[in-house]
């Protein structure tokens, strides 16, 4: 990884849905005051269980959807003020690889359509130039330059997200938000492109947001890893720190949740949540994890804990140390 400097600064993000119904109206808090730094070349991981806010997060750092509230500065540029047409601009630095191989591409398009509309609407000038732009993205995710001229029904699903990923590099953008990338892949598939994506953030020295369920992924593609519950960040520390030294009761039940291999193996110390996730529409007061915490206290209820350091580069969301 590079010399760390803060490259992608979020700050106080914020995303509230407003629903409405026949006499009622109720808003749903799918992010609160979200913030964490990401440093130029490094790869963070956004983890948590669904409806935890993690594709809120991506999609609003890129603007896909509009914060409600915060701010994201991407190399010292405050995205969030951006207007449409420096928006437009400003996309080719930031780009988002989709979880769904198959919904993602036009099945109307050529792959070499797909992947030159970008460097058209970003003004690319010379049809041979775009071309020759898509040949070299598809090269390096390995796959043939006669892609070009067929369309995404004729390929395999892990073939499509490497199409996905060739889009996402063709503008040669600084930024990356890879969401979920091998979660529609069948496990033979994955670990190809696993190692590719990796490959090519060393290769390029992306800056790369990584959402997944999958912590064995995450720890092999993360230097960091963020912790998400219900809109919040609950923990965030270096891959190996967070997954051998949990200090938070949420990642803690996470990382107990994840199946062993071994049938016979010992699974008394498993710590298994009770209760289901709160509604985002209703979220509990003071902190949102402590409907389900097993540590709980009443103060839990009256405070928002702080994501406060403790120790270096480790912090946490709790008002108890356990």
Do not use: W
């Not at 809109?231 to 994840?258: D, F, Q, W």
């Amino acid at each position: 990884m590079s010399e760390q400097t803060d490259f992608l600064s979020v700050r106080g993000l914020t995303k509230h849905y407003v629903q409405r119904g026949i006499g009622r109206r109720q808003t749903v808090h799918a992010l609160d005051d979200v913030s964490f730094t990401v440093a130029r070349g490094e790869t963070v991981g956004l983890v948590g269980e669904s409806g935890s806010g993690k594709t809120t997060i991506g999609r609003a750092i890129l603007r896909l959807i509009e914060p409600t509230a915060g701010q994201v500065l991407l190399d010292g540029t405050d995205v969030t003020a951006l207007s449409p047409r420096a928006l437009r601009r400003f996309r080719k630095r930031m780009q988002y690889v989709f979880q769904d191989p198959y919904a993602s591409l036009s099945p109307r398009m050529t792959i070499g359509e797909i992947l030159t509309e970008g460097l058209v609407l970003q003004g690319v000038r010379g049809r041979e130039k775009r071309r020759q732009m898509a040949l070299d993205a598809l090269a390096s995710v390995d796959l043939p330059a006669d892609a070009l001229d067929r369309y995404a029904f004729e390929f395999s699903g892990g073939q499509r997200q490497r199409i996905g990923i060739a889009r996402a590099l063709v503008l040669e953008p600084e930024l990356i938000v890879a969401d979920e990338p091998v979660s529609a892949l069948d496990v033979s598939v994955q670990a190809q492109t696993i190692n590719l994506l990796r490959s090519l953030q060393q290769r390029n020295n992306l800056t790369m947001l990584f959402i997944s369920h999958d912590l064995g992924v995450v720890e092999y593609v993360c230097d960091r890893i963020i912790v998400l519950f219900l809109g919040r960040i609950m923990e965030i520390a270096s891959s190996e720190t967070l997954l051998k030294a949990p200090r938070h009761p949420y990642t803690r039940a996470l990382i107990s949740a994840v199946p062993g291999l071994d049938p016979d193996a010992d699974r008394s110390g498993q710590q298994v949540l009770q209760g289901d996730i709160p509604n985002p529409a209703n979220p509990p007061s003071g902190c949102v994890f402590r409907t389900r915490c097993p540590h709980a206290i009443d103060r839990c209820a009256a405070e928002v804990p702080p994501l406060e350091e403790v120790e270096p580069g480790h912090f946490k969301a709790c008002i108890r140390d356990v």
